[in-house]
């Protein structure tokens, strides 16, 4: 327990909106999480950073339903929960894209963006026959797309498969930042972008957090974390080994605390 | 069929934005783009083609008594077909599908003759008897995890030994029953060609699953967790409450079938149908769905069956021998599941 420098709740003035204390996750012999805590206040972009296999996405993944972590307590705006499955996390307003991008590839753009909370038409054909308002759906998905400045998807019934790998990823985050209402986790967003649609991305990023949704995001990318990160948590071997600003602390020295070679 | 090569928008079509993702660099990669988008072009082509070279080859084929026998000779494969198509879609395979529909005919008929039940109800338990079975392929595929082939095929014989059992291995014939459970069987005009109910009710059950597939959260989702299962669940879909679904409807869609095969062979025999398991398979194989789930149609499967059927009749009108019917079953079934690999290379 190195990293325990953490304050309780009550002796800060904001309350998270997301919080974890002490979360264990593993796996067999693998250790994914050794005892992490972590706190997203309102309006904030965290960053977390680490090596490969630090447990970035496990910690994500437990924050969000994807895992139950074996131990460790979850708060979302001071009430404890306990996601047992993602629909949970989502139901408390909590949207997440995983690393592997959790898209369906046969089904199209509109029916991925509403996979999960599809909308059924008015009347009593959608409330007896539960007919699904397709229409409606891909209209919305197409307003969503343009609100969110994802202007190289033009139409909404390709299925997602045709689609390249950076426009994959794009109906992932744009499907996150469309229902997110309390809080939106990304998990490496940008890593098969080229620079332009990496760009809008951390401009989504921005955009959200302007709008007072707090951001989780997972990269790689130390200028990108350091350009829109509030604050980074940085993950090392399981656990959070630190958590510090971009004005507090320079790449090089979040990169040594990464890999161990320095201490904050 | 006659497009230029020249880029364009489609001929017929609307032009379509989604084109320029597309591969569209050769002709055979935009047919093959074609086939992707509409899985059951493929088998409505090839039975097209079927029924027009057997209506050259022997006049007869394309009578309407003729036309009208090979739709009833489909009936049951083709409902058999339905629930086979659900499953696969969830990248499963039902290798009991025949075997519960036996068990729910056998119920049936012993119930109403035997034992005296009245028709109606008699059809009600043959119902709960479906989804029973259903229920109990779908527990062990969720809960124990168990793959769906391994799964069916004990369940296969489970079902098999438990109708013998129950049956004694006696037929019961359609004669000795009440007109409702033959009732499947019977026929009516529609103009110049007879149509029997068991046609129908397969039709309408047709009907009422490309509704449910197309139009409904539930047939998206069935879609989704034979796509990607992980993607489906961390979308937020229960996917075992999901699937679980998809085996209690394919068991009561069984149910039915169970109705239309008493009707069709005006009999219920613990000993028909051993072939009824992999004729399905095949009807939804050469139908265009994927064999690794989340794509396909269901009307293909019904294109499917006809293409088993008229080819088995037209080969017999042809004068062939049966186990020519048999091979070209078999390359229909390695074609289809060609053109399935090729297709699903778009996506890389
Ligand atoms: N489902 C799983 N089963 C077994 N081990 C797992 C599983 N998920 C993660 N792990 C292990 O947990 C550890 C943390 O993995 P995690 O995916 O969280 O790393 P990461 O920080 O996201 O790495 P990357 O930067 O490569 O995405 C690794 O040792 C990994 O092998
Ligand atoms: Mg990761």
Redesign the pocket.
């Known amino acids: 327990m190195t990293a325990t420098e953490f304050q309780p709740a009550k002796t800060e003035v904001r309350q998270p909106i997301l919080q974890a204390r002490n979360l264990v996750k593993t796996?067999?012999r693998?250790v994914?999480l050794d005892g992490v805590s972590l706190n997203l206040y309102p309006g904030e972009v965290l960053a977390i950073i680490?090596?490969?296999?630090?447990?970035?996405?496990?910690?994500i993944k437990c924050l969000t339903g994807a895992e139950v972590p074996d131990s460790g307590e979850l708060f979302v705006s001071g009430q404890q929960v306990h996601f047992k499955r993602p629909q949970d996390a989502r139901v408390h307003g909590i949207e997440t894209v995983y690393?592997n991008l959790a898209v369906s590839p046969a089904l199209d753009v509109a029916s991925n963006l509403f996979l999960g909370r599809e909308e059924r038409l008015p009347g009593p054909l959608g409330k007896l026959f539960r007919v699904l308002d397709t229409k409606g759906m891909r209209r919305k998905a197409k307003e969503e797309l343009t609100r969110l400045g994802i202007s190289t998807l033009q139409d909404v019934t390709v299925p997602v498969e045709n689609l390249s790998g950076g426009q994959r990823q794009a109906v992932a985050v744009a499907r996150a930042a469309a229902f997110g209402s309390k809080v939106v986790v990304l998990d490496?967003p940008t890593a098969a972008l080229g620079v332009r649609e990496s760009n809008q991305v951390l401009q989504l990023v921005r955009d959200l957090r302007d709008r007072g949704l707090p951001v989780i995001l997972i990269s790689?990318n130390m200028p990108h974390v350091f350009d829109v990160a509030d604050r980074i948590h940085i993950?090392r071997l399981?656990k959070c080994a630190a958590t510090i600003t971009p004005q507090s602390h320079s790449m090089t020295d979040a990169v040594a605390i990464m890999t161990g070679a320095a201490t904050a | 069929m006659t497009q230029q090569q020249t880029a364009g928008p489609p001929a017929a079509g609307h032009a379509d934005p989604a084109e320029e993702f597309l591969d569209r660099q050769t002709p055979l990669s935009r047919i093959r783009n074609i086939l992707h988008r509409y899985p059951a072009l493929s088998p409505a082509i090839v039975l097209l083609v079927a029924v027009v070279v057997f209506g050259l080859l022997n006049e007869r084929f394309l009578r309407v008594e003729n036309l009208s026998l090979i739709t009833q000779q489909v009936s049951v494969v083709g409902t058999l077909a339905i629930a086979q198509t659900l499953i696969i879609l969830t990248a499963g395979i039902d290798l009991s599908v025949g075997a519960v529909m036996i068990l729910a005919s056998m119920v049936v008929a012993q119930l109403a003759v035997g034992s005296g039940m009245p028709a109606p109800l008699a059809l009600l338990l043959g119902l709960v008897v479906g989804l029973a079975a259903g229920a109990l392929n779908g527990f062990l595929v969720t809960r124990f995890r168990l793959p769906p082939f391994i799964v069916t095929l004990g369940t296969l014989n489970i079902f098999i030994a438990v109708t013998l059992l129950y049956s004694g291995g006696s037929t019961v014939r359609g004669s000795s029953m009440p007109g409702l459970l033959t009732w499947m069987g019977s026929t009516f005009p529609v103009g110049p060609v007879r149509i029997s109910t068991g046609v129908v009710m397969m039709l309408l059950l047709y009907i009422a699953v490309a509704f449910i597939l197309g139009k409904t959260a539930w047939g998206r989702h069935v879609y989704a967790v034979g796509d990607d299962k992980e993607a489906a669940r961390l979308a937020g879909i229960p996917v075992n409450r999901v699937l679980m679904s998809v085996y209690l409807a394919a068991g009561a869609v069984l149910a039915v079938g169970a109705w239309i095969q008493i009707g069709r062979t005006n009999a219920a025999s613990p000993n028909a149908g051993v072939d009824l398991n992999l004729d399905s398979i095949t009807a939804v194989v050469i139908g265009g769905t994927s064999l690794f789930g989340g794509r396909g149609s269901i009307w293909g499967s019904l294109l499917g069956a006809l293409i088993v059927g008229v080819f088995r009749n037209g080969l017999s009108l042809a004068g062939l021998d049966v186990l020519y019917q048999t091979l070209a079953v078999g390359v229909l079934i390695i074609l289809a599941v060609s053109i399935d690999q090729w297709i699903r290379k778009v996506k890389s």
């Open positions: 796996f067999g693998v994914g680490g090596d490969n296999g630090a447990g970035k996405s496990t910690l690393q490496e790689h993950q399981g």
